[in-house]
């Protein structure tokens, strides 16, 4: 008798801790499908900030252009500008010397 009360006993046991383990078990399978719901909100957010910076790096890009050709413009203004203040030293130069020529004619 004695075996068969400790057989129980260790069924009785065994018993126990597959309740327990399915009640973990359940517990995991909450944690997994939580952890799997989270992974798949971060793979989301993810692709939305994969898009978002593809979005910056073109607007970048143009921007990049834009200043390239604002840069080419401005150095065309600046050198036109040059050349135009250099053509009228050389007017301010010639109407000198001709005020000048004038005044020796003058005497």
């Known amino acids: 008798m004695n075996s068969l009360d400790e057989k129980e006993k260790k069924l009785s046991l065994a018993l126990e801790k597959l309740k327990s383990f399915k009640i973990s078990n359940q517990q995991e399978n909450s944690l997994v499908a939580d952890l799997e719901s989270k992974k798949n909100q971060l793979e989301i957010e993810k692709e939305e900030l994969r898009n978002k910076y593809e979005l910056l790096k073109n607007e970048h890009e143009q921007l990049n252009v834009r200043l390239s050709e604002f840069e080419k413009n401005n150095f065309k203004e600046k050198t036109k500008q040059k050349e135009f203040t250099e053509k009228i030293?050389?007017?301010?130069?010639?109407?000198?010397?001709?005020?000048?020529?004038?005044?020796?004619?003058?005497?």
């Open 89 to 107: 030293d050389e007017l301010n130069q010639e109407t000198d010397n001709l005020l000048e020529e004038i005044d020796k004619w003058q005497m």
